[in-house]
């Protein structure tokens, strides 16, 4: 055929591309949806990675292949996924299905839209601001600005990058010249993006000063004020604060008020890493842990870690309502956010972000809202107390289990002390042999496909697992293998 004939029929057969689609939906519901929730399958089908990479056929070859076959590749790259979903994945701190996020998720990848302006994304500009104030609400603000990010990290270098704008406005010009070297103060609970943060924006690890925690994990705010004085004293110019609400492996909520007052004394930039615990926020009962969060001046919270949204979807929120976040980030490109529209060009967000294309977060969350409402998020969140309180409860009447401590959040961290080490604390290699349990559990657990949690050494503790209920779909007897299956893989050790 001709070049220019080539251009009169489209270079997509539509007919057998829907074909194709409904087939991969059917297969995407059965293996990943139904077979992926399926507490008789298995949550992971380990191969050793020179082995899957054989079984995967992975190369990328000149010729096409036939529908059938591609098919059978979706069924493949499902079969050896690990099923996040599956009732028994303890193992993130996200985990579990929803059904309408899923939804949501699937119409943001059809409809493959950016974020960034009216103009292409009518339905999803809207509806961004609208989630953003309901979370705001639920911070305690009337007001505010906001923006969804890629993850949680991306939120807390925002926090970051737009209290230094804040103080130093003159650095998005400048640069690093315009600055003297400034200091960050976060727990040493703290999630490591505070230093990824720190690094990528020319501050520097050096100048992340650790604040002592207690034994529970949270920030002691009378060290924060030594660090503060430290920093001083040693020529840097304190600007930022960061506390955790619910730290990545214990849990721990740090004491917002007393941080607050600290933060108000020597004016810096109060940021809450909620990524984990801002859920907490639509519980009624557990709510408390969060007391003082409206004081903050930004926050960052995760809905796609407690409530099931999916990957991803991270809100930045903010309390200052003078456009900061935009004149920190923006570059008014004129290609994209032409000021001559003929409609209002507020709705225009996309400037707010140092992302060009961006993708759709809000809609998951959104969709969930909407058919659970905010009283089926604050049951969702309850729940997931009530599964760890169910296992601490069991632990505590279980031979060779011992709890690292009393959890305040849903981080139920625990050891399992096999009957060979029961009773020998006292032994000079005792810890040492303990911190070897969980890595050989965690071993044949994956190699059974069982089930998956985690496990972390920490500060002087041996290896212990932390487990994660976020999933509605975890039952009661998930919660029963889980621990059974702990003691079956473990009590020969
Ligand atoms: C407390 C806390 N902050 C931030 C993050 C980072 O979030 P993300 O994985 O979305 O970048 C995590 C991740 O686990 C976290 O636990």
């Given at each position: 055929m001709a070049e220019a004939d080539l251009?009169?029929?489209?270079?997509?057969?539509k007919a057998a591309g829907e074909e194709f689609l409904q087939e991969a939906f059917g297969v995407i519901l059965e293996e990943a949806v139904r077979r992926g929730t399926d507490v008789a399958e298995k949550v992971c089908d380990w191969k050793e990675p020179e082995d899957l990479r054989h079984l995967l056929d992975l190369e990328l070859r000149g010729h096409g292949e036939p529908q059938p076959q591609v098919l059978q590749r979706c069924r493949d790259i499902i079969r050896y996924s690990v099923k996040t979903c599956h009732p028994r994945f303890f193992n993130q701190l996200f985990s579990g299905l929803d059904y309408h996020a899923l939804a949501g998720r699937m119409i943001t990848e059809t409809l493959?839209?950016?974020?960034?302006?009216y103009e292409i994304a009518p339905v999803f500009v809207l509806m961004e601001e609208v989630v953003l104030q309901k979370l705001r609400e639920l911070v305690g603000w009337g007001s505010g600005d906001g923006i969804f990010c890629p993850g949680g990290s991306i939120s807390n270098m925002y926090a970051m990058n737009v209290a230094r704008y804040h103080r130093f406005p003159d650095c998005k010009r400048r640069g690093l010249w315009a600055l003297p070297r400034l200091a960050v103060f976060t727990s040493?609970?703290?999630?490591y993006s505070i230093q990824k943060g720190a690094a990528f924006l020319g501050i520097g690890t050096d100048n992340v000063y650790l604040v002592g925690a207690d034994e529970r994990g949270k920030m002691i705010p009378a060290e924060l004020e030594k660090q503060i004085s430290q920093a001083q004293v040693e020529g840097a110019v304190p600007f930022f604060v960061s506390v955790t609400c619910g730290t990545t492996v214990l849990g721990a909520f740090d004491p917002l008020v007393a941080v607050a007052d600290v933060c108000e004394r020597h004016g810096l930039w109060f940021h809450v890493d909620a990524a984990w615990g801002g859920s907490v926020l639509l519980s009624q009962k557990h709510r408390h842990l969060l007391a003082g969060i409206e004081r903050a001046n930004s926050v960052a919270w995760n809905p796609h870690k407690m409530l099931t949204t999916g990957l991803q979807c991270s809100a930045f929120l903010l309390r200052n309502t003078s456009g900061l976040l935009h004149r920190c980030h923006s570059a008014g490109a004129t290609y994209l956010f032409?000021?001559?529209?003929?409609?209002?060009?507020?709705?225009?967000?996309?400037?707010?972000?140092?992302?060009?294309g961006r993708k759709v977060d809000c809609l998951k969350l959104w969709l969930l809202w909407k058919a659970v409402g905010t009283e089926g998020l604050e049951k969702r969140v309850d729940r997931a107390f009530a599964c760890t309180r169910y296992l601490v409860e069991e632990i505590k009447k279980r031979e060779g289990f011992q709890l690292v401590m009393e959890p305040e959040f849903i981080n139920l961290c625990f050891w399992f002390v096999p009957p060979s080490l029961r009773g020998k604390q006292a032994q000079a290699d005792y810890w040492e042999r303990l911190g070897k349990v969980a890595p050989a559990i965690k071993e044949r657990m994956m190699k059974a496909g069982s089930m998956l949690v985690g496990y972390q050494p920490h500060g002087s503790k041996a290896n212990f697992f932390r487990q994660i209920v976020t999933s509605p779909l975890v039952t009661r007897q998930d919660l029963d293998f889980f621990l059974d299956e702990i003691e079956r893989l473990g009590r020969d050790l």
């Amino acid at each position: 055929m001709a070049e220019a004939d080539l251009l009169d029929v489209p270079a997509l057969d539509k007919a057998a591309g829907e074909e194709f689609l409904q087939e991969a939906f059917g297969v995407i519901l059965e293996e990943a949806v139904r077979r992926g929730t399926d507490v008789a399958e298995k949550v992971c089908d380990w191969k050793e990675p020179e082995d899957l990479r054989h079984l995967l056929d992975l190369e990328l070859r000149g010729h096409g292949e036939p529908q059938p076959q591609v098919l059978q590749r979706c069924r493949d790259i499902i079969r050896y996924s690990v099923k996040t979903c599956h009732p028994r994945f303890f193992n993130q701190l996200f985990s579990g299905l929803d059904y309408h996020a899923l939804a949501g998720r699937m119409i943001t990848e059809t409809l493959n839209t950016s974020q960034y302006t009216y103009e292409i994304a009518p339905v999803f500009v809207l509806m961004e601001e609208v989630v953003l104030q309901k979370l705001r609400e639920l911070v305690g603000w009337g007001s505010g600005d906001g923006i969804f990010c890629p993850g949680g990290s991306i939120s807390n270098m925002y926090a970051m990058n737009v209290a230094r704008y804040h103080r130093f406005p003159d650095c998005k010009r400048r640069g690093l010249w315009a600055l003297p070297r400034l200091a960050v103060f976060t727990s040493k609970e703290c999630h490591y993006s505070i230093q990824k943060g720190a690094a990528f924006l020319g501050i520097g690890t050096d100048n992340v000063y650790l604040v002592g925690a207690d034994e529970r994990g949270k920030m002691i705010p009378a060290e924060l004020e030594k660090q503060i004085s430290q920093a001083q004293v040693e020529g840097a110019v304190p600007f930022f604060v960061s506390v955790t609400c619910g730290t990545t492996v214990l849990g721990a909520f740090d004491p917002l008020v007393a941080v607050a007052d600290v933060c108000e004394r020597h004016g810096l930039w109060f940021h809450v890493d909620a990524a984990w615990g801002g859920s907490v926020l639509l519980s009624q009962k557990h709510r408390h842990l969060l007391a003082g969060i409206e004081r903050a001046n930004s926050v960052a919270w995760n809905p796609h870690k407690m409530l099931t949204t999916g990957l991803q979807c991270s809100a930045f929120l903010l309390r200052n309502t003078s456009g900061l976040l935009h004149r920190c980030h923006s570059a008014g490109a004129t290609y994209l956010f032409q000021p001559d529209k003929f409609y209002n060009v507020a709705w225009d967000t996309g400037d707010k972000t140092v992302q060009c294309g961006r993708k759709v977060d809000c809609l998951k969350l959104w969709l969930l809202w909407k058919a659970v409402g905010t009283e089926g998020l604050e049951k969702r969140v309850d729940r997931a107390f009530a599964c760890t309180r169910y296992l601490v409860e069991e632990i505590k009447k279980r031979e060779g289990f011992q709890l690292v401590m009393e959890p305040e959040f849903i981080n139920l961290c625990f050891w399992f002390v096999p009957p060979s080490l029961r009773g020998k604390q006292a032994q000079a290699d005792y810890w040492e042999r303990l911190g070897k349990v969980a890595p050989a559990i965690k071993e044949r657990m994956m190699k059974a496909g069982s089930m998956l949690v985690g496990y972390q050494p920490h500060g002087s503790k041996a290896n212990f697992f932390r487990q994660i209920v976020t999933s509605p779909l975890v039952t009661r007897q998930d919660l029963d293998f889980f621990l059974d299956e702990i003691e079956r893989l473990g009590r020969d050790l």
